[in-house]
């Protein structure tokens, strides 16, 4: 059996690439494996007896790239050829791409030859080994030529005008389906980039616009058609239409709710507090909500802001942010309650995460609100503002 690493550095011509044979006597006696990027689906065969051409037909299918190193194995065992090529460093498959039969050369040594039809095609091997064949996964896919199919699961805040354009972070999850021997491998790239092997679902947090294209490969080395995509991450549309960074208050209890239209409700747990950034509206835990309210009639608002939890919160402790109020009532307020110890771990006691949200045209305002069922347990909230 031989074990290789190949590589094409430029990419063959029509049926230009690497001819390897396991079983090879001279030129006139030869089985051959051919790994053509351009000619037989990738993979295919070639056999020489007394100098013939002839048989045994059949092949696999292989998709390379160009700057890629693959390994592959051909493994011999009588009569019968196996062939199994992968991208390097991933899992080798348990299943060979292709088997096929030869007949008139019953022993042999080995060959590789590098056909090209025009002047500065390259290839690079390494790591070339004979071994021992062992059985084991000796599956044949070669009668598999259907690719999968990949899908792509999008996640966000869609805007209803314009079906490109969310105003949130957007999410998204690839997928395949494959009836043959399954789906090997998931790729997807951005723009004009590199394909890059899917491990995990996407997030896009920034402004921004962009393509997205992706694939899917199954076992037997069928590759689906290229999906493409396009969408754009606004995550701050409109004007600024309310802010407050707390630099304009005196140090201390927070009194001068005038200043911006608040109203409060147990406003004696707020301060006015000063950190290395500059100053912030801090919320002490008394164990009764703490709310800080601004009505309001504003439209199709996003509401950002920072801020930092400074003790460890358990159950329903948190802030429960919303820029969709009217007043108090269940039907009138939409809260995002964001709450470290709620259904997992409680998270860090300082953190810093921002919040938005988009609405339709209703009536809203402003609350923050700093739930706490504990006494002693304290929240900074640091520069809102609405856009």
């Known amino acids: 059996m031989i074990a290789m690493d190949l590589r094409y550095d430029v990419n063959p011509h029509d049926f230009g690439g690497l001819f390897l044979s396991p079983r090879f006597q001279d030129h006139d006696n030869k089985y051959l494996v051919l ?11 070639q056999q020489y007896v007394g100098g013939s051409l002839n048989g045994p037909g059949g092949g696999g299918k292989f998709t390379y790239k160009v700057g890629t190193w693959y390994s592959t194995k051909i493994a011999i065992v009588g009569q019968e050829m196996k062939v199994k090529v992968w991208e390097k460093g991933k899992p080798e498959p348990a299943l060979w791409n292709s088997t096929t039969t030869f007949s008139g050369v019953n022993r042999g040594g080995l ?24 059985a084991g996964a000796t599956t044949d896919v070669s009668g598999d030529y259907t690719a999968p199919v990949a899908t792509a699961l999008v996640t966000g805040n869609r805007s209803q005008e314009n079906p490109d354009l969310y105003h949130s972070d957007v999410r998204v999850e690839l997928a395949a389906q494959d009836d043959g021997t399954g789906v090997a491998d998931i790729e997807y790239r951005l723009g004009d980039g590199e394909f890059t092997t899917y491990t995990e679902p996407l997030l896009f947090t920034g402004n ?9 490969t199954d076992r037997a080395g069928n590759a689906g058609e290229v999906q493409t995509f396009h969408f754009v991450v606004d995550l701050q549309p409109g004007e600024l239409i309310f ?22 409700i147990n406003k004696d747990a707020m301060e006015i507090a000063g950190d290395d950034a500059g100053q912030l509206l801090k919320l002490k835990g008394i164990g009764q909500d703490v709310r800080l309210l601004k009505y ?12 930092k939890y400074q003790n460890q919160l358990g159950g329903l402790e948190g ?30 006691a ?12 209703q009536q809203r305002g402003l609350s923050a609100s700093k739930r706490c069922l504990v006494h002693g347990k304290d929240a900074d909230l640091i520069r809102p503002h609405g856009l």
Not at 208 to 216: H, I, M, P, V, W
Not at 296 to 307: I, K, L, R, S
Not at 325 to 346: K, N, T
Not at 350 to 361: A, F, L, T
Request: hydrophobic share 25%.
């Open 35 to 45: 790994l053509t990027p351009n000619y037989s689906n990738g993979l295919g065969y």
């Open 111 to 134: 060959l590789i030859q590098l056909t090209s039809l025009k002047d500065g095609e390259r290839a690079s091997i390494d790591n070339l080994r004979v071994l021992g064949y062992e």
């Open 208 to 216: 921004g616009d962009y393509t997205l294209s992706y694939r899917a």
């Open 243 to 264: 802010e407050d960074d707390f630099e304009d208050y005196a140090p201390g209890s927070f009194t001068d709710l005038e200043k911006k239209g608040y109203t409060a």
């Open 296 to 307: 309001a009639d504003w439209e199709n608002t996003v509401m950002t802001f920072d801020y």
């Open 319 to 348: 802030l429960y942010p919303s820029n969709y109020f009217q007043s108090l009532g269940p039907d009138s307020m939409y809260a995002y309650p964001m709450l470290p110890g709620w259904g997992r771990s409680p998270a860090p």
């Open 350 to 361: 300082e953190c810093k995460r921002k919040r938005k949200q988009h609405h339709g045209n």
